[in-house]
């Protein structure tokens, strides 16, 4: 089966930095990759998401690569604000099956 | 806005109680999905339902019971819970399953407490 591995599990940064959070995956069938927001007690929030057939994907200051040849994506967040502050999910999927989620990584802005 | 609407909020039980979690969308969504998320960890997937048919069952034991009344609906029937199984339990919802790869919409989740 899918699975997905996530680094780093924590990461700080000063307000205004980038981050970046990158994830690897094992089926080279998944060809979905969503990236999930969670606040402390809510529900995860879709951010944005990327399909196998492109290779970068931008949102404002959120940016997500797929290399699908090394099996890996990243997360990149600029000019980071402290409402960024959360726990960050990537995960894989394979035409809605099996959506796999990494182990999260906890972002924190510093002001 | 929540579109993915779960009821209870929180919901504690015995381990002899029988109870259901319930979620209810109305965006025409196709595909439900039930997911158990521990304290720190990531959401883990229990159960697909496509076109209101179990596709998936990721080999969860058998006191949890899942039932898909209608293309609206997604219910989790529990019984004879262990402590162990305290948990958020997330329902989420997608346009359907196949080659669209539409996102996922979580509801806001049961925080589930088992004495």
């Known amino acids: 089966g899918e699975n997905v591995e996530q680094h780093p599990s924590t990461l700080s940064v000063q307000e205004g930095d980038s981050a970046v959070i990158k994830c690897t995956y094992s089926?080279?069938?998944?060809?979905?990759f969503p990236w999930y927001k969670q606040e402390l007690g809510k529900r995860p929030q879709l951010i944005i998401d990327?399909?196998?057939?492109?290779g970068e994907k931008k949102d404002q200051r959120i940016a997500v690569t797929l290399n699908k040849t090394a099996k890996h994506f990243s997360l990149h967040i600029t000019e980071t604000q402290p409402e960024d502050s959360a726990v960050y999910f990537c995960a894989a999927s394979s035409y809605g099956q099996n959506f796999v989620f990494g182990p999260g990584t906890r972002l924190s802005v510093l002001p | 806005d929540t579109e993915v609407t779960q009821t209870p909020k929180h919901l504690v039980m015995g381990m002899t109680n029988k109870k259901s979690l319930k979620c209810e969308q109305h965006?025409?969504?196709?595909?439900m999905y039930w997911y158990k998320q521990k304290a720190k960890k990531p959401p883990e997937l229990m159960f697909v339902y496509s076109y209101e048919k179990l596709s998936i069952n990721e080999s969860v034991p058998s006191r949890f019971s899942p039932e898909c009344p209608n293309s609206s609906l997604l219910n989790l029937h529990l019984h004879a819970l262990q402590p162990e199984d305290s948990a958020l339990y997330l329902c989420?919802?997608?346009?359907?399953?196949?080659?669209?790869?539409?996102?996922?919409?979580f509801g806001d989740g049961t925080r589930l407490s088992i004495l």
């Open positions: 965006m025409g969504h196709r595909a």
């Open positions: 089926d080279s069938a998944s060809n979905y």
């Open positions: 990327i399909r196998s057939n492109v």
């Open positions: 989420a919802s997608s346009l359907g399953q196949g080659t669209a790869n539409q996102p996922q919409h």
